[in-house]
């Protein structure tokens, strides 16, 4: 889930400095989406201790 939000978020930044704002705001947004689903599944097998396959 962080490769796909990190790759996303490379998109989104190299959208905005060609001037494409609606897909590095599409972008940014699918990233943030990311992270935030990441990091609480990562919590969520911290706490049950689950350990995520590669």
């Not at 905005?16 to 990091?39: D, E």
Request: aromatic share 12%.
């Amino acid at each position: 889930m962080i490769n796909w939000a990190v790759t996303f978020l490379i998109i989104a930044i190299v959208a905005g400095l060609l001037g494409f704002s609606g897909i590095a705001g599409t972008a940014t947004n699918i990233a943030w989406i990311l992270f935030v689903v990441g990091l609480i599944l990562a919590i969520l097998f911290m706490v049950t201790g689950r350990k995520p396959k590669i």
